[in-house]
């Protein structure tokens, strides 16, 4: 998949999320109810998209290079034993998909077609800037300590969820157990007409079942985790990010390396909060169609 510039793990480390946790999970502070705003159908910076695409070059009848439909690549040549063919997901305004893919996604609905060309100085061959944190070998955040907690309160609208869930929600009732992404499972503590609160084992924290304190190390299959300092309610960590295509290496203006994805990149600039890239990608001249359709929008 070459349009992501980044692993969904450096997306996880860089939000409110942690390794372990899908980097769609809308995890709001405990305690909050979910936004509605992102409820409305239409696709908007937040909104977690769920599509199926086909990009082709030069022109809308171009050759295709990339797929996600396991017939199209069979039919032109494309299909790689071993491989799977599924609809892609991508949470807007995060970055991870070049900038006039996800301009040209901004407005679509479930269900609508549409084809977006996207111009060189608005894909491949456009300066990227990113949060440090997605690309960093090394970087440190800070936490409410509330993310922590084994156990997270966390009320939820119904219409939010997810149409495989929507069912049991609807039917839930107090004591109820449901069963989320990656296995994580919350228990129904209440019930209103138009939201659910659950109390959900927060498996995906790096502490899980751990006692939080300064010096505390937890390592995961992508990252190393330190807890540095506790000031109040906030938790600082250092975070070593194994699967930084910069890991082991230099982290300095000029500097290249090579991502999963094949695409070089090279570090263009360096600010405090910010990486400035540059991909050194096939695509990097050419215009680029793509063929969309949206299957799901959260």
């Known amino acids: 998949m070459r349009i992501l510039l980044i ?3 450096l997306l996880s480390l860089a939000s409110c999320t942690f390794p372990g946790m899908k980097g769609d999970d809308k995890m709001m502070p405990p305690g909050k109810v979910a936004p509605t705003e992102m409820m409305s159908g239409m696709a908007s910076t937040g909104s977690v998209l769920t599509l199926n695409y086909t990009l082709r070059t030069d022109s809308p009848t171009g050759p295709i290079q990339e ?26 305004g995060q970055g991870q998909v070049i900038v006039g893919f996800e301009a040209g996604l901004m407005g679509l609905h479930k269900g609508e077609k549409k084809t977006i060309k996207v111009i060189p100085s608005d894909g491949y061959g456009r300066p990227v800037v990113i949060a440090k944190e997605q690309i960093a070998p090394e970087f440190s ?9 084994n156990v997270l309160s966390q009320t939820i609208e119904k219409s939010q969820f997810p149409a495989d869930m929507k069912d049991k929600v609807m039917n839930a009732k107090v004591g109820d157990t449901l069963t989320g992404a ?25 502490f899980y079942k751990k006692q939080i304190k300064v010096g505390a190390v937890a390592t995961s299959t992508g990252a ?19 699967e930084s295509p910069f890991y082991g290496k230099s982290f300095a203006i000029g500097e290249s390396a090579t991502p999963a994805n094949g695409s070089k990149i090279t570090i263009k ?29 959260q």
């Open 141 to 149: 955040i800070t936490r409410d300590k509330k993310m922590f907690d």
């Open 269 to 297: 600039e360096i600010g405090d909060k910010t990486v400035t890239i540059l991909a050194d990608h096939p695509f990097m001249a050419k215009d680029l169609y793509f063929d969309v359709e949206i299957v799901d929008i």
């Open 224 to 242: 190393d985790f330190k807890i540095v300092s506790i000031e109040g309610s906030n938790v600082t960590l250092e975070i070593s990010n194994k």
């Open 67 to 92: 797929t996600t439909l396991e017939s199209v690549a069979m039919s032109n040549g494309l299909y790689k034993t071993g491989s799977t063919y599924k609809p892609f997901q991508v949470t807007l």
């Open 7 to 9: 692993s969904a793990l």
């Open 182 to 206: 990656n296995n994580a499972t919350a228990k129904v503590s209440a019930i209103s007409s138009g939201s659910i609160t659950l109390a959900i084992e927060n498996i995906g924290n790096p």
